[in-house]
Nanobody, 122 residues
Framework: QVQLVESGGGLVSAGDSLRLSCVAS????????MGWFRQAPGKEREFVAA????????YYTDSVKGRFTISRDNAKNTVWLQMNSLKSEDTAVYYC???????????????WGKGTLVTVSS
């Protein structure tokens, strides 16, 4: 088992930046590939970014490439999502997720946090 707790969400204006954090506890953090997903009101949960176990490789959905950066520190049991140049369409609940077997780019992950709300006003 692993527990994931997100933080860092809030209300910002378009063009602003936010950094989301996800702290893991339980099993060894480095045994999980990590991902960020989001769910906007009335929409399905979608992939945002993912990072491999050691942090060497990251993946992004097209709409956030060049604006968002995922990173991790296995010594701190933490994964971050740096979000720059935020747009109103980035408004959503952002979820941290972990999977021990694969780098997930779809919302089928082993473990999920409860999410943190990001609201971007235009």
């Amino acid at each position: 088992q692993v527990q994931l707790v997100e933080s860092g969400g809030g209300l910002v204006s378009a063009g602003d930046s936010l950094r989301l954090s996800c702290v893991a506890s339980g099993r060894t953090f480095s045994s999980f590939a990590m991902g960020w997903f989001r769910q906007a009101p009335g929409k399905e949960r979608e992939f945002v970014a993912a990072i491999t176990w050691g942090g060497q490789t990251s993946y992004y959905t097209d709409s956030v490439k060049g604006r968002f950066t995922i990173s991790r520190d296995n010594a701190k049991n933490t994964v971050w999502l740096q979000m720059n140049s935020l747009k109103s369409e980035d408004t959503a609940v952002y979820y941290c997720a972990a999977d021990s077997r694969r780098v997930g780019v779809d919302p089928i992950m082993d473990y999920w946090g409860k999410g943190t709300l990001v609201t971007v006003s235009s």
